[in-house]
């Protein structure tokens, strides 16, 4: 039984928190197959950091232009909500909580046909145009970085009297920092590494309980371990793909059958996680997605696979095939595969010793990783050029470099050697 030393208000992103995944994919995809496709798209290169979310959001909203008020409101009746949600919510009712919800992301109706159906006693949403109650795809205000539930938050409190309150934020993403930095106890549910940095209470279950224990010690603060035989398997299958540069490297004729394997493989896994965002899954694609997925990736669209591709593919295109260059495209390859991976498994063992600059990476992984890389680089090229793509290589994945490691070791890699080449500094080989 959980101990009450006073009331809350207990605000609650909706999507991701409250809705399994998002209400606009899960609407979208019973306004047509085409539309549910291109959300998905958009959805990705939102997760890549490619499009803005105000972008991501108005792009979204056109997809359901035409759309009738009454049938967006009966389709809200069956999204697909996080296990443990309404009993949360009774629990928060009966001891004498305020639940709120809110969304920078869903119309005001929907969130406050939400908010009716659990019960909870404010809403708040973002404005959409409407004519003949009809969406015309356009947004009336839009919020693209979170302000707007804090200013909500605030209003409920003002006009309601509510000062002696403790206010609670429950969220998963980084759109909702401002909440986080608003509230009393920031609370991340399954949150995503930016949001992680923010809250001081962690619930890693995807069940809604798991925050109920957290609301009798407000300044508490969770860690929440690595999975330690997700993150192993994660890694061994990182390095298992050693075997795609080495073939393409001992005859011509793989390069063809490689570089369409991992084009189709890439197309199927976008169109695996498009799927995924609706609630359908492709039984081996999604099994491996949530059993090697991190705790931070597999409630969102995952995209590591499709850099990890990339960063696999383009060196061997781009200075192998292209530029005929084909050793330092191997080599970048291998290095990243192998060096990457098993720095990773050697840090969650032995690492003890962590970097000042980038304190996720630890002294001992770096030794071990790399090390292992060399030997492997030994069986095709010389122990001189082993070692310079591996110090180069190690250098490139310590740096807080912007773009992800997958892309960044192997190419920065392969362009660094190829300049040395070219400069005549070092003939690699």
Not at 101 to 128: C, E, Q, T, W, Y
Not at 172 to 192: T, W, Y
Not at 309 to 322: C, D, H, K, N
Request: proline share 5%.
């Amino acid at each position: 039984m959980v101990t009450i030393d006073r009331h809350r208000i207990i605000a609650f992103d909706v999507d991701g928190t409250v809705i399994n995944g998002f209400w606009l994919s899960q609407v979208i995809a019973r306004f047509g197959l085409l539309k549910a496709f291109v959300f998905g798209v958009l959805g990705i290169l939102y997760e890549a950091r490619i499009m803005e979310i105000a972008s991501f959001m108005r792009y979204s909203y056109r997809l359901l232009r035409g759309a009738p008020k009454d049938w967006l409101i009966r389709m809200t009746d069956q999204v697909y909500l996080h296990r443990g949600v309404k009993e949360t919510f009774n629990v928060l009712r009966d001891q004498g909580h305020i639940i709120v919800l809110m969304s920078s992301g869903i119309p005001d109706f929907a969130v406050g046909r939400l908010a009716k159906n659990l019960g909870a006693h404010f809403a708040s949403g973002i404005r959409v145009e409407l004519e003949d109650n009809r969406l015309t795809g356009h947004i009336a205000a839009l919020d693209c970085q979170g302000q707007s539930k804090v200013d909500a938050l605030q209003n409920i409190i003002d006009l309601h009297n509510l000062y002696d309150y403790e206010t609670i934020g429950v969220a998963n993403d980084r759109n909702n920092v401002p909440l986080f930095e608003f509230v009393n106890l920031p609370v991340g549910f399954r949150p995503d590494q930016v949001a992680r940095r923010h809250v001081r209470a962690v619930v890693k279950t995807p069940d809604l309980r798991g925050l109920l224990p957290y609301l009798s010690s407000p300044t508490v603060r969770i860690h929440v371990p690595r999975r330690l035989g997700q993150e192993i398997l994660r890694q061994l299958l990182h390095a298992s793909a050693v075997i795609i540069p080495l073939l393409w490297l001992w005859d011509l004729s793989w390069h063809f059958p490689i570089y369409m394997l991992i084009g189709s493989l890439t197309l199927l896994f976008t169109i695996s996680e498009v799927l995924r965002s609706f609630g359908i899954q492709i039984p081996i694609i999604s099994k491996a997605v949530m059993a090697a997925g991190r705790e931070d990736e597999i409630d969102r669209y995952v995209l590591s696979p499709i850099y990890f591709a990339a960063g696999v593919a383009l060196p061997l295109l781009i200075f192998g095939t292209l530029l005929n260059l084909p050793f330092i495209a191997t080599a970048s390859v291998i290095v990243f595969l192998i060096g990457d991976a098993f720095s990773t498994i050697g840090g969650i063992f032995f690492g003890r010793h962590h970097y000042p600059f980038n304190p996720k990476k630890t002294l001992e992984g770096t030794l071990i990783g790399f090390s292992i890389a060399f030997f492997i680089l030994l069986l095709i090229v010389s122990p001189l050029s082993a070692l310079l793509v591996t110090i180069i290589a190690a250098i490139i994945e310590l740096l807080p470099i912007p773009l992800d490691d997958n892309l960044a070791v192997p190419l920065i890699t392969a362009t660094i050697l190829m300049c040395l080449q070219i400069v005549g500094i070092y003939y690699f080989i």
